[in-house]
């Protein structure tokens, strides 16, 4: 079998063994030039698949045995002291470990303060969060939305420590008048009642939800920005050509399939704000009275509790009482983060 060449500007042909590479690079079949390059590439690009793969794989097993690591040394530690307890760890509101002898610790009050807390500035940044994330996708035009996202985006690099001078010398006192009024308005509602904390000097869940809340704002606002950015150029384009507004669209064609990643994002912010230290370690006040549910109790969240009691950190049994509450704090903030993956792996068919 021959393979016709016709050579450019003449009318004659001339024959060639179908096949017949040689140095200069022929058919690729031929065994030539062209087949030597193709296998090294290929050779190649299996090889760099081995090493990403490797590698990958080494940095996910790192992660997930660095975790259980570090659940194990927070169990390892707390157990001697959960041993010597003479409270119920998880049912006392009772927390006393200046005696080594009698040690009673319990962190009922701790975990619902820490619960309360963040649950109310979630309350507060989830729409606040949405509607910095509807603007700058669908409203604000490409001028105004760049500096928007990035001074939000900036939002989220401010220490803890300035938050907590923040809520504590400007924010506590501008809202002193507002949460007067909440109190003496709505006394009778459990959830503005009169609690261990000062009303007038600002150390309550009131001003603490609210900085956790501007914390917040920045991963969830973030987060979901960036999932409404996705959406289907295709679903937004049929909705306008049938003539949806712009609140329409979002509510047809963004949310929709947003929705998950917004419920994802929201609860990213709710560890965020379980593990938060520094500014409810400077914006609440320390008190011995048990939690009543108010936003105008007072007390400590498990992170600052940890932070309040670094000074008995001496003694290995003292010790031992703070990490059984930081292990606490683990499980639950690892209880949230997975929550978060399920709703996106639902939000997305089930895949993980």
Excluded: C
């Excluded at 703070?322 to 639950?332: H, R, S, T």
Aim: cysteine-free; glycine content about 12%; aromatic content about 10%.
């Amino acid at each position: 079998m021959t393979t016709m060449l016709r050579q450019p500007g003449t009318v004659g042909t001339r024959t060639r063994p179908h096949g017949s590479g040689g140095a200069d690079g022929g058919d690729p079949g031929s065994g030539g030039r062209f087949d030597r390059r193709r296998t090294r590439a290929e050779s190649t690009g299996r090889t760099g698949d081995r090493v990403l793969r490797s590698a990958t794989t080494a940095a996910a097993v790192g992660v997930s045995a660095m975790v259980a690591a570090i659940g194990i040394f927070l169990a390892w530690r707390a157990v001697p002291a959960l041993q010597r307890n003479e409270a119920n760890f998880l049912t006392s509101h009772e927390w006393s470990t200046t005696d080594i002898q009698h040690l009673a610790f319990g962190i009922a009050d701790l975990l619902a303060l820490t619960v309360f807390v963040s649950a109310f500035a979630l309350m507060m940044a989830m729409p606040v969060s949405f509607g910095i994330a509807v603007f700058v996708t669908r409203y604000a035009p490409r001028r105004l939305a760049r500096p928007i996202s990035y001074i939000v985006d900036l939002l989220a690099a401010v220490p803890s420590v300035v938050y907590g001078l923040w809520g504590l010398l400007v924010l506590a006192p501008a809202l002193e008048p507002v949460a007067t009024w909440l109190n003496s308005t709505f006394g009778w509602f459990p959830l503005f009642a009169t609690g261990s904390g000062s009303v007038a000097g600002g150390g309550t869940v009131f001003t603490a939800g609210i900085v956790l809340a501007v914390m917040i704002i920045p991963i969830i606002a973030g987060v979901t920005r960036e999932v409404f950015t996705q959406t289907p150029r295709e679903h937004v384009e049929a909705a306008l050509a049938l003539g949806a507004t712009r609140w329409e669209v979002v509510r047809l064609a963004v949310l929709p399939f947003g929705r998950s990643g917004f419920i994802g994002a929201s609860m990213l912010g709710l560890g965020r704000a379980l593990g938060e230290t520094m500014a409810l370690y400077m914006v609440l006040q320390t008190t011995s009275a048990a939690f009543g549910w108010s936003l105008f109790d007072s007390g400590a969240s498990i992170a600052s509790k940890i932070a309040l009691g670094y000074a008995e950190f001496n003694n290995a049994l003292q010790a031992g009482a703070y990490i059984a509450a930081g292990l606490v704090l683990f499980a639950l903030t690892f209880v949230v983060g997975a929550g978060a993956r399920l709703i996106a792996a639902r939000g997305n068919g089930g895949r993980s």
